[in-house]
């Protein structure tokens, strides 16, 4: 009898997915969202389990952008890749926070003005993803060593030097995996 499965803070898994497809009911409504804290919610996804909608065949499915949102698909340069590469994420809006808290420099490498002008401004997400022939967006992963783990900020080469910092240990390496 439920309804509504709403999941947002990390990527829904293929296994995760059919899962969900295999406990709940043809009527109930998978709702994925990526946010971040910078702006809230970036895009939405939403199913109806057994129903027709179908998991990407690479990345995880975050869905079309949500209202007052424009994704962008970036290069290195900061420059829109062709339709269908892919980028780095950046989401055009007037609404997103004013940046960093007594954070300037990292206020300005991640919050763009316009190019066009206007009260726009960009966000990069530090999230790589292409954009389907239908407009769907797919979440390809990290450009950057962050994940998230059940919807935590996880930063690898922080945790590697706090292991280095142990007397016993010599080298690490720190990696995230679904099991």
Not at 81 to 89: R, T, Y
Request: aromatic share 10%; net charge positive.
């Amino acid at each position: 009898d439920l309804r509504l499965i709403r999941l947002t803070g990390a990527p829904i898994s293929k296994r995760d997915f059919d899962l969900y497809k295999t406990r709940f009911g043809s009527n109930t409504f998978l709702r994925i969202a990526m946010g971040s804290t910078e702006m809230g919610s970036i895009s939405i996804c939403a199913a109806i389990l057994n129903q027709g909608f179908s998991y990407p065949t690479e990345g995880f499915p975050i869905g079309y952008p949500s209202r007052g949102r424009t994704i962008l698909f970036l290069d290195e340069d900061r420059r829109p890749v062709a339709p269908g590469q892919i980028g780095e994420i950046a989401v055009k809006s007037e609404n997103l926070s004013g940046g960093y808290w007594k954070q300037p420099k990292a206020t300005n490498e991640k919050f763009l003005p316009d190019p066009n002008g206007g009260g726009e401004r960009i966000y990069l997400t530090g999230d790589f993803g292409r954009m389907l022939p239908d407009g769907f967006v797919v979440h390809l992963g990290r450009k950057d060593l962050m994940v998230k783990i059940r919807g935590y900020r996880v930063d690898f080469s922080e945790v590697e030097q706090a292991l280095l910092k142990h007397p016993g240990i010599k080298d690490a390496g720190v990696r995230a995996w679904d099991h």
